[in-house]
């Protein structure tokens, strides 16, 4: 009896990203498979919710099976669909952040936490977004990638697909500008 291994298991990325792009579905299902878990550890981070960022990843493939045909790179798939997530993940975001109220959310306060710590935060979570939202879209990106994926400068690079010179660069404007424009909540 011999054992049938399917060939895609041990392909490369960019020999599954040319066969999703000519349409094999099977590749692109290995290609999920594979980067998967990482995208949903990152938008869960992102997030804040493991429910979320199923729901994102899937919108993430969905998205990318559409778009394989913008794919500059099958060898830089994985960066492809890493950024996918991030900008799925920001829009979440910014949907939820234009919906929530405090009012609608009232958590039991502990004797540690009082109501008014509560609504400091928020405050500050929300001047903070704002902040982001002002960076130019790669600050705001390598800035996400660093502090909330945890990405190294190299991974952040491959991501992007930017130099890592590069990557630094915008790490240190971003983090200055965040810096002044936090400086009222120090």
């Not at 559409?66 to 910014?94: E, F, Q, T, Y």
């Not at 405090?102 to 039991?108: K, L, S, T, Y």
């Amino acid at each position: 009896m011999t054992d049938d291994v399917d060939p895609l298991l041990e392909a490369a990325d960019a020999t599954l990203a040319s066969r999703a792009m000519d349409g094999d579905v099977q590749a692109f299902e290995r290609l999920a498979r594979r980067h998967g878990p990482l995208m949903r550890v990152y938008a869960a981070k992102l997030m804040g919710s493991e429910s979320e960022s199923d729901d994102v990843v899937q919108d993430a493939f969905l998205t990318g099976w559409r778009k394989l045909g913008d794919l500059d790179s099958p060898a830089h798939v994985r960066s492809w669909l890493m950024r996918i997530v991030s900008n799925k993940a920001i829009d979440r975001l910014r949907v939820r952040r234009d919906h929530d109220d405090i009012d609608d959310w009232d958590p039991p306060a502990s004797a540690v936490r009082s109501p008014e710590r509560i609504v400091e935060t928020r405050l500050q979570l929300d001047a903070m977004w704002s902040a982001l939202d002002r960076l130019p879209g790669d600050q705001r990106r390598c800035w996400l990638l660093r502090e909330t994926g945890d990405y190294s400068y190299q991974e952040i690079a491959d991501a992007l697909d930017l130099p890592v010179s590069t990557v630094r660069g915008l790490l240190v404007r971003a983090r200055r500008t965040l810096l002044q424009e936090m400086e009222a909540w120090r």
